[in-house]
C-alpha cells in the first residue's frame, strides 16, 4: 500500500464556512487532515459524496471528548467535534469500500488557550456515511458553530491506491569545473567524466535529462 496526496488540498484564503476536496480519486481508505483555525464557536464536520457532497440526514456518529459521550442519528453531517475551539486538528481515517457503509475514525485536539497553561481538549469520534453504493469522490468539511473558519485553515487528503510522485533531480555537478574533470556519485557508484558539453556517465549517457549541443555539434552534425 502507498500513501500519497488525493486531490487538491483546500486552504482557505479569507474567512469562510466550508472547504472541499473535489477531485479526489475514490480510494478503499484513505486519511484526512484538517487544520482549523477559528474565531468564536467554530465546530468541524464532515460531508462526502459521490458526485457531489451529500447534505441529507444520511450519517451517524459516536463522539467522546475529555470522557464525555455524545452520540447522535440522521445527521445532514459527520459530527466530530461537539465544542467549539479557535485552533483545532483533526487526523481522519475512512474506508470507502463500494457496497458497504463508508466508516471513519476521527481524532482531534482542540487548544483550549493560549500558552502551556492551558490544556487541550482531546475528542474521538466514530461515524458513517450509509450510502453502500459506489465510492465517495467528494470532500467537505464544514464549520456548523456560530463563529467563522480563518484563512490559512487547511483540509487536505492521502489516497491509499495511488502511485506516489517520484520526482529524480539533475546530479549536481560544479559548473566550473574543467574540461576532462571525473567525478564519482558515491550514493549510486557511478562514475561521470567532463566533456565540453557537460558531465558524461563512463558509458556515454548524459547526466542530466537536458543539453544544449556545443558549436561543434550544430555545425558539424557530430557529438563529441
Given at each position: 500500500m502507498a500513501w500519497a496526496k488525493n486531490g487538491t488540498p483546500h486552504t482557505l484564503t479569507g474567512t469562510a464556512d466550508q472547504m472541499d476536496i473535489t477531485d479526489i480519486t475514490a480510494n478503499k481508505f484513505n486519511t484526512i487532515l484538517v487544520g482549523g483555525i477559528g474565531t468564536g464557536d467554530s465546530r468541524l464536520a464532515t460531508r462526502v459524496g459521490v458526485s457531489s457532497a451529500d447534505s441529507g440526514a444520511n450519517y451517524?456518529?459516536?463522539?467522546?471528548?475529555?470522557?464525555?459521550?455524545?452520540?447522535?442519528?440522521?445527521?445532514?453531517?459527520?459530527?466530530?467535534?461537539?465544542?467549539?475551539?479557535?485552533?483545532?486538528?483533526?487526523?481522519?481515517?475512512?474506508?470507502?469500500?463500494?457496497?458497504?457503509?463508508?466508516?471513519?475514525?476521527?481524532?482531534?485536539?482542540?487548544?483550549?488557550?493560549?500558552?502551556?497553561?492551558?490544556?487541550?481538549?482531546?475528542?474521538?469520534?466514530?461515524?458513517?456515511?450509509?450510502?453502500?453504493?459506489?465510492?465517495?469522490?467528494?470532500?467537505?468539511?464544514?464549520?456548523?458553530?456560530?463563529?467563522?473558519?480563518?484563512?490559512?485553515?487547511?483540509?487536505?487528503?492521502?489516497?491509499?491506491?495511488?502511485?506516489?510522485?517520484?520526482?529524480?533531480?539533475?546530479?549536481?555537478?560544479?559548473?566550473?569545473?574543467?574540461?576532462?574533470?571525473?567525478?564519482?556519485?558515491?550514493?549510486?557508484?557511478?562514475?561521470?567524466h567532463r566533456d565540453d558539453v557537460d558531465f558524461k556517465e563512463e558509458n556515454g549517457n548524459e547526466a542530466t535529462n537536458y543539453r544544449s549541443a556545443s558549436w561543434y555539434e550544430q555545425l558539424s552534425g557530430e557529438t563529441p
Open positions: 451517524s456518529e459516536t463522539n467522546n471528548e475529555n470522557g464525555t459521550e455524545n452520540s447522535g442519528a440522521n445527521r445532514t453531517y459527520f459530527y466530530h467535534l461537539y465544542n467549539g475551539y479557535n485552533l483545532q486538528f483533526t487526523v481522519m481515517y475512512a474506508m470507502n469500500v463500494s457496497g458497504y457503509e463508508k466508516l471513519f475514525i476521527a481524532e482531534t485536539s482542540q487548544a483550549n488557550g493560549a500558552g502551556a497553561g492551558s490544556s487541550q481538549t482531546r475528542t474521538d469520534a466514530v461515524g458513517k456515511w450509509v450510502t453502500t453504493s459506489g465510492q465517495w469522490a467528494k470532500l467537505q468539511m464544514i464549520n456548523y458553530g456560530s463563529g467563522d473558519l480563518l484563512t490559512g485553515s487547511n483540509l487536505s487528503a492521502l489516497g491509499s491506491d495511488l502511485t506516489p510522485q517520484i520526482i529524480t533531480p539533475a546530479v549536481p555537478f560544479a559548473e566550473n569545473a574543467q574540461v576532462g574533470s571525473r567525478a564519482e556519485i558515491t550514493d549510486t557508484r557511478k562514475m561521470y
